[in-house]
């Protein structure tokens, strides 16, 4: 039995958990004053769940991604034929990685991202391209693009995953992904390039392009309204933008979490601190509506996910959904902070380690409910590009928190918890192996369980932030 309370200051109407709400028909002049409609399930505490951070019972949910080039999972597969179409403007230079602190740094534009492009980040990586799919129940993007969409540019795309299966998913088109480091894969589709790019430089394509995608680069982009200005300039009149953020600060449930008492939240806060001290801001993402708008966008859409942090979730799909935030918040901890503070925050590295060891504990109790904003925006270049678009209202929609008051900790577990995959298994693993280990243990759908608790809400900007 549970009792629902929401933390977010919202109106909230009933509303079908899968339907998208995407219209943009409204005007207003305050580029602050940001509407929103939720139409995603809520995500509630698991009265039963035993452990925050790795659960006791396994979901049901299937993983909806259906990989048509299994290359991509076995790299012994022939099935992609020898496709070499690989095509990087890289010379040697590019490889020439810088080494620090044990991890391995980018050589292209030395110094600018403060992250490494190790393995153990590529992995990180390709397990969050999971976990963004599966908010998206399976989907790559947000955006209204038709299927035979021509040329597609994926900007800072890191191991190339969302770029490759992109062009496996839409053999029409031709897909080209930029990033300062040449980590991406050799064998690819025949319609995937890859350029080692610095997207804060000028943007020099040849063609313009029909839809423009970007993924998980608040700790990258430091000019959002130059991004956004580029990004109209090289699209085709009608064309698409689209971002999907994980926006700073973490959050939690739980009242009375804060930096004093949690070291999660002081990493956060020290996380926006360093980058904000080298021009990143890491709550970019919650505000894009006037930086797109005064690019001359038009249709602004937002959408906001949720991640829960750990298992502590309702519903199957929130609970895979929530292994896969935690192994990657468990990698992204020394990937994010390693480089930062130690080269701004003037931290030694053996004082960064002790206090990620603290993050990685407050990660894993039980009776903290951690989770991210993940913010997914697309808006349209005027198919009149001469309109710029000025006083078209964005749609906003937000996934709700709800938690079960009722909610008591076991002491103990009687129920055997499944070994989680390492980040490495799941990057790893097969579209059936990950469905495999979701299908075991619930036994409702989830779909089923979010349409019972789906709302609609209208919040402002301040909720957001
Ligand atoms: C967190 S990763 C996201 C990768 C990819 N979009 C994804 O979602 O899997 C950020 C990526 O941006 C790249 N990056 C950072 N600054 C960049 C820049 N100025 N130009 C191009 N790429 C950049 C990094 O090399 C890294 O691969």
Redesign the pocket.
Known sequence: MASSSRIQDADANDHDANTDTDTDTHTHDDPAADTASSSDPSLQIDSDERDSAYGDSQSSYVFPVLCSSPCLLDPTSTSLLTITSYTMSATSSVFNFRYENGRRY?AY?EG??P?P?DETEADR??L??QA?RLSLDGKLYRAPIPKDVQNVL??????G??AIEYADEHPSARVLG????P?QPAQVPPNCEFLI????QDWIFRDQFDYIH????V???KDWNRFFEQAYANLKPGGYVEC?ELAFPIKCMDPGVTAENSALMRWSEYFLEAASKVGLDGTGPRHFTPKLRDAGFVNINVKMHKWPVGQWAKGAKFKLLGRFAYEDLMDWLPSSSLGLFTRVLKWTREEVEVFLAECRTEAKRKDRHYYADVLFWYARKPEDASNLGYGHEPTQAEELLEYDEEETEPETSTTQAQPIPTTTDVTRASVEQLAAVASQGDDKPATEQSKSSATVAKIDEAAIK
Do not use: P
Request: glycine share 6%.
């Open positions: 980018h534009a600018k991202y992250v492009n990586l390709d969050q391209h963004f994926d900007v800072g795309c890191g191991t995953i969302w930029t990033d300062l480091s980590i790019d610095d997207c804060e970007t993924r998980a680069m700790a990258a982009v999907q």
